[in-house]
């Protein structure tokens, strides 16, 4: 064969080093790690506990969960069938998520669940900056109580991790879609709305219009964004115990300094919500301007099999979407730690001296490295340069004779002499504690 197989369209793979060819995405795995730290710090301030769960799940699971109408289950899924069984790769965490608390009884566990993951999701849409075929989250989901309070705590710990990061131009967006029966009402008045234009309308919402005409509400078209000027809003279409909790989430928004603007057309692309809706979105993004959102779901329970619904909210982000916006922003990552000590070894038995020496360092917490390959002093102290290297510990024949190695402080350039017994005490002080 004489070509390198390359990754899937819309994959990447996430290197220890930044490599320019691939410009789309010269975050290394350092970045990602840093962020992913300070995340979970965040969500664990506020309680929230972490949950694994399958990249692969029951085709049934996520149909009935996002809903079969929905770009994400009629266009998105990956797929297939073995077997007799039918399995999807996740497009989102929020289904399984229920399916765990359901299958294993969380609610027994008494209290309310507090729950966040991170992970890789997979939905089949056109690759461009911002929307991949395979995209990782982080998300949080409180199961377990209606409280208004609740949606407060979700939004709150969803702002807290955006905040951290010092992002400007953010913007969160609220709504709320109602109980059961407002979507279905507020369906019918959009149709009959459009239907009135029908023919300044694409293809694409002529379809929408009759499949699913909440869908053309997100539409980039312009003349069909001036329509929207004048098109049903659905909070007046809502019920009014929905109305009143929209009132008191607002009002507690307000209390806690958490900044929001009222979109009357988010709809969100999932079918599971009821009530409050949300979206962190960022002028930094280009097309693909949500870094975030989420919202109320009270029956996704009841389409996972629950006899009785199960109120919770949630939200979930994209971690590559924050990272084009921390790049965006100038935001400086702290740089990978570097090695503490490479050891040089100099012929055949420092080599193996060198071995041992990596391993007793090691054992210390030392990060320490050596020179596999047998290479020359120039070689060697390139590697260790390379890798950032704090210090370097030469050994040569003759200090193989002496005990004594010589050590060199990259950074400042000095040189010492140190015997081999106090080489590991040399450098433990410098270490932070484990
Ligand atoms: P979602 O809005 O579909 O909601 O996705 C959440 C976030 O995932 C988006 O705001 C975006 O940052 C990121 N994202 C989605 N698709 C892609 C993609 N193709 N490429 C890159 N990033 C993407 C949910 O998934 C719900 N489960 C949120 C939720 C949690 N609702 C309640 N709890």
Same mark, same amino acid.
């Given at each position: 064969?004489? &070509?390198?197989? #390359? ?8 290197? =220890? ?6 410009? %789309? ?56 069938? #073995? ?12 289904? =399984? ?10 609610? $027994? ?24 075929? $395979? ?14 309070? @609740? ?12 905040? @951290? ?18 979507? /279905?009402?507020?369906?019918? %008045? ?34 069909? #964004? ?62 693909? !301007? @949500? ?14 099999? !629950? &006899?009785? /619904? ?16 921390? #790049? ?23 080599? &193996? ?50 005990? &004594? ?30």
């Amino acid at each position: 064969m004489s &070509k390198v197989i #390359r990754n899937i369209k819309g994959t990447f793979d996430i290197l =220890p080093v930044n490599v320019s060819s691939d410009a %789309a995405h010269e975050d290394t795995i350092w970045t990602w790690q840093y962020i992913e730290k300070n995340i979970r710090d965040i969500l664990e301030l506020s309680g929230f506990k972490e949950i694994r769960t399958p990249l692969l799940e029951p085709t049934e699971l996520i149909a009935r969960g996002i809903g079969q109408l929905t770009d994400i289950v009629s266009k998105e899924m990956y797929a297939f069938e #073995r077997e007799g069984t039918h399995y999807v790769l996740r497009p989102e965490v929020t289904a =399984p998520v229920m399916r765990a608390y359901l299958q294993h009884h969380l609610a $027994q566990q008494g209290g309310i669940q507090k729950l966040y993951y991170f992970g890789p999701c997979f939905r089949a849409e056109r690759p461009q900056k911002g929307r991949y075929r $395979q995209f990782h989250q982080f998300g949080c989901e409180l199961i377990g109580t209606d409280s208004v309070y @609740a949606d407060v705590e979700v939004i709150a710990t969803m702002m807290h991790v955006y905040s @951290a990061f010092n992002l400007p131009n953010m913007k969160l967006l609220i709504n709320s879609l109602g109980d059961e029966t407002s979507r /279905p009402r507020y369906k019918e %008045a959009l149709r009959s709305y459009f239907s009135k234009y029908e023919s300044d309308l694409t293809e694409t919402s002529k379809t929408r219009l009759e499949k699913n005409p909440l869908r053309i509400l997100d539409t980039k078209v312009e003349k069909e #964004r001036v329509l929207l000027e004048s098109a049903p809003k659905l909070i007046d279409y809502i019920d009014s115990d929905s109305k009143d909790q929209y009132v008191q989430l607002k009002g507690l928004l307000t209390e806690m300094g958490i900044e929001y603007v009222e979109d009357p057309f988010l709809v969100r692309g999932l079918d599971y919500y009821t009530k409050t809706a949300f979206e962190l979105v960022s002028d930094d993004l280009g097309a693909q !301007s @949500a870094l975030g959102g989420g919202g109320r779901y009270d029956l996704l329970s009841m389409e996972v099999g !629950s &006899k009785s /619904p199960v109120p919770a909210v949630g939200f979930a982000s994209g971690i590559e979407r924050l990272l084009i916006a921390l #790049r965006e922003a100038g935001t400086e990552i702290p740089e990978e730690s570097p090695m503490d000590v490479f050891v040089v070894g100099l012929g055949e038995e420092a080599q &193996k001296w060198s071995m041992l020496m990596a391993q007793k360092m090691r054992e210390a917490k030392v990060k320490a490295s050596y020179d596999l390959r047998g290479k020359s002093m120039k070689v060697q102290m390139k590697e260790a340069h390379r890798l950032r290297s704090q210090f370097v510990v030469i050994v040569g024949e003759d200090e193989l004779t002496s005990k &004594k190695a010589i050590v060199k402080n990259m950074e400042t350039g000095d040189q010492q002499e140190v015997h081999f017994n106090d080489l590991v005490d040399y450098f433990t002080p410098s270490v932070a504690a484990p």
